[in-house]
């Protein structure tokens, strides 16, 4: 048997369960069965106003991610180059790595509006998981090659391509998927707090409050998918990205 059918057997036995204890328990309010979560999940694919929330929360989460990634990026290159730079940085990456999200959001709200404060916790929560991971890559480089190409006077753009970026592929791309899924599950955690407007936050909080639970359950397997997808998306792209830069 080979893999795949492993797993279809392995969510199938899940979802056997699943519609087991549904029965058992038999209030749909508890725990709903997945047949009406996919019910429920259909009717919300057809509706537009879905589709619209989840573009608007794909997108702050997906801007914060960005942001993170390219100040995670920087820090790491500094930090790397000065002693001082890291022992400045340190303090911020572990209260990063450390702090609440629920704590943060609550502080975060009095200063930004609640449209960006998922933008600002995705920021938070991605950024030390790309420092680490680069600063992981920049300290595995060999000192003696690149100070033979320093002696031979290599151009930076060649010794960055064929010296530092060989061995920061496979931390930044390792870093890069787990930071996006941090930021997925505390971005969406900041918009059922801050309850912004026409976002995914705003309707899983709008099915808490009314104890929907199929339609809460199908939001959930909605941003597990985005989840996904964007994780899958962003794979392939920088997999692209790091073959046409070996090329050059």
Known sequence: MNRRAIRLLAALFWLAVWQLAALLVGQEFLLASPLKVLASLLHLLALPGTWLAALRSSLRVLLGFMLGSLFGLLLAAGAHKSRWARELA????????????????????ILVSSRWLSTLVSFVIGFPVIYLAALEGLRGRDRQLLEMAGAFRVPFHRRLLYLSLPLLAPHLRAGAVTALGLCWKSGVAAEVIGIPRGSIGEQLYMVKVNYYTAEL????????????LSAFLLKRLMCALFARLERL
């Not at 359950?217 to 996904?228: D, E, K, N, Q, R």
């Open 90 to 109: 340190a303090p911020l990456v572990a209260a990063a790595r450390a702090v609440p999200v629920a704590s943060f959001v609550i502080l975060a709200i």
């Open 217 to 228: 359950f199908a939001w959930t397997i909605i941003i597990v998918l985005l989840s996904l």
